[in-house]
């Protein structure tokens, strides 16, 4: 079983910026889909955005703020985000899907197989 731990999550002021980082116990393959996603209190999980073989699909929310991207083992994931707003306050999870060299922006978590446990990003005024 592969574990997905992730880190770096914090508390930012509105503005400002933090950089998650996701670590895979081992080697997926070179063209699973990859990604981050996020669940604020009350709120269903949201798909941030996927990676796979270096092509990024963003959420509109965060498009032009969050940059994801990925080293060349495959099996550490990044999340850039810069120009926090108060509305991107959630848990961040890192996901890794099992198989397959598709990734779907239509993709639920539930397609997904690996999670970490999540790293809390709070944006304060």
């Known amino acids: 079983e592969v574990e997905v731990v992730e880190s770096g999550g914090g508390s930012v002021q509105a503005g400002g910026s933090l950089r998650l980082s996701c670590v895979l116990s081992?080697?997926?393959?070179?063209?699973?889909?990859m990604g981050w996603f996020r669940q604020a209190p009350g709120k269903e999980r949201e798909r941030v955005g996927t990676?796979?073989?270096?092509?990024?699909d963003s959420a509109d929310s965060v498009k032009g703020r969050f940059i994801i991207s990925q080293d060349n083992a495959k099996t550490t994931l990044y999340l850039q985000m810069d120009r926090l707003k108060p509305e991107d306050t959630a848990m961040y999870y890192c996901?890794?899907?099992?198989?397959?060299?598709?990734?779907?922006?239509?993709?639920?978590?539930?397609?997904?197989?690996?999670w970490g446990q999540g790293t809390q990003v709070t944006v304060y005024t």
């Open positions: 081992e080697f997926i393959s070179d063209t699973v889909c």
């Open positions: 990676i796979m073989q270096g092509i990024v």
């Open positions: 996901a890794a899907r099992r198989q397959g060299n598709y990734c779907f922006r239509q993709m639920a978590p539930a397609d997904f197989h690996y």
